[in-house]
């Protein structure tokens, strides 16, 4: 459990031709930019063409490395006018990407160079059901952020990010970790609705008792089925969450037995106990030292939260950091097997541009996954036409 914990906590920071969007505006966009814009006029930009917009879009990533240059920049202000796009696009053999949070750190996951980027930020609403159950209504661009102010005195409890920036939908469809994961598992586990744009531009809802196959396989099954426009939580009383900070002044080379020499007592004595929670996180950013830090969190009350600081020597650079990053993964496997205490299973959220998460969900999980994606999505457009993301072809 302690490995587990450690793989899937490690955090690395590290279309056609021209044409004129309007006669007067002497502004080029490829034939896919273009044809959105003919539509939504008020919702596409590029780097010339309400630039702002465009840079602000793009530059809304959690790692530098992700910026990329799409041609432009689709920002729906209505799940219906993404319906039409999406049919538009894959009619077209348009290439895009799709970004909720764009927290992801792998290039290209939720960018694209040359296609179309959809920026799913101004699907955002968040609410309170008021028709029983105890579930919240959370659009898919929503940050998690905006999430916990907007329930802050509801005296509720559900699973979300443990940090405020990640969007709803990426967090989501990859399973996501939360400060509950052991008292109520993955937050997939806890949706009880999705809404979702196929690639056709049906909006439909995937549930327990609609479209189940396509409910299952979102839990998990990342970006492969469709755009997820809304999810629906399932909610809990819940009082105050406590946590803490102790900070220890160390030396680097102590740190790695120390961190996970910690981790392991903390798995050892609270095994039985789901209330509890601990994570190892290494965070690499540009213009402050590399830290590495362990955190214990208590959803009753305070637990002794330790950060290790300085943990020097370390890359700034995102190849030199996906390189360190691979060779850990690989030794800790490696050591892992010998003990006979591998485990195949990768967070996807988690899962480094190297590792191939979906192997680690077994043959028949995986060939559950191909079955509804092809079902939902027969003409292979979230397979072909966006390139981010882990897909479903992969070779285990
Ligand atoms: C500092 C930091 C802290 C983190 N903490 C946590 C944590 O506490 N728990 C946890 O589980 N993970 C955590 N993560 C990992 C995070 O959940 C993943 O990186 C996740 O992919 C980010 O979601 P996003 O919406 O911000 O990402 P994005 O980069 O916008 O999207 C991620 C992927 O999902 C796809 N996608 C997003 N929305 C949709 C949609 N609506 N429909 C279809 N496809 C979609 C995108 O195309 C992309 O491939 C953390 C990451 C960082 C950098």
Not at 238 to 245: D, E, F, N, V
Not at 291 to 296: E, G, H, Q, V
Request: glycine share 10%.
């Amino acid at each position: 459990m302690a490995f587990r914990h450690i793989l899937s906590n490690l955090l690395i920071l590290l279309a056609g031709a021209p044409r004129l969007i309007a006669q007067s505006d002497s502004v080029e966009l490829t034939s896919c930019c273009q044809a959105l814009a003919d539509t939504f006029p008020d919702e596409i930009s590029t780097s010339t063409l309400r630039s702002s917009v465009y840079e602000k879009s793009n530059t809304r990533v959690w790692s530098a490395s992700t910026i990329l240059s799409p041609a432009c920049v689709f920002q729906p202000t209505t799940v219906k006018n993404l319906a039409a796009a999406v049919a538009q696009l894959a009619n077209d053999s348009c290439e895009f990407a799709i970004k909720s949070g764009g927290y992801n750190p792998i290039a290209g996951a939720a960018n694209i160079d040359a296609g179309v980027a959809i920026d799913l930020n101004l699907l955002n609403q968040v609410e309170l059901r008021t028709d029983g159950g105890g579930v919240i209504s959370l659009g898919a661009g929503a940050l998690w952020r905006d999430v916990y102010d907007k329930f802050e005195n509801e005296g509720i409890g559900f699973a979300g990010s443990q940090v405020g920036f990640i969007g709803v939908s990426g967090l989501v469809l990859g399973g996501g970790y939360s400060y509950f994961q052991a008292s109520a598992g993955w937050a997939a586990d806890t949706v009880v609705n999705f809404e979702v744009v196929l690639a056709s531009g049906e909006i439909v809802n995937a549930n327990q008792a609609a479209n189940s196959d396509l409910f299952k396989a979102l839990k998990g099954g990342g970006g492969n089925f469709g755009i997820v426009t809304k999810v629906f939580l399932q909610t809990w009383e819940q009082g105050t969450l406590w946590a803490g900070i102790k900070w220890l002044s160390i030396q680097p080379e102590d740190a790695g037995p120390l961190l996970l020499g910690r981790l392991r007592n903390f798995t050892v004595q609270n095994n039985d106990n789901t209330r509890v929670t601990a994570s190892v996180e290494i965070n690499l950013s540009s213009g402050a030292p590399p830290t590495a830090r362990i955190d214990f969190v208590n959803i009753d009350g305070v637990e002794d939260a330790i950060q290790l600081e300085s943990f020097a020597n370390l890359e700034h650079y995102d190849d030199a950091v996906w390189d360190i990053v691979e060779e850990w993964t690989t030794e800790v496997s490696k050591a892992t097997d010998e003990l006979g205490m591998a485990d195949p299973f990768v967070h996807l959220n988690f899962a480094g541009r190297f590792q191939k998460p979906f192997c680690g969900y077994g043959a028949d999980n995986l060939e559950f996954l191909r079955e509804v994606a092809g079902k939902y999505d027969p003409d292979q457009v979230f397979q072909e036409l966006v390139p981010g993301g882990f897909k479903l072809n992969v070779e285990c």
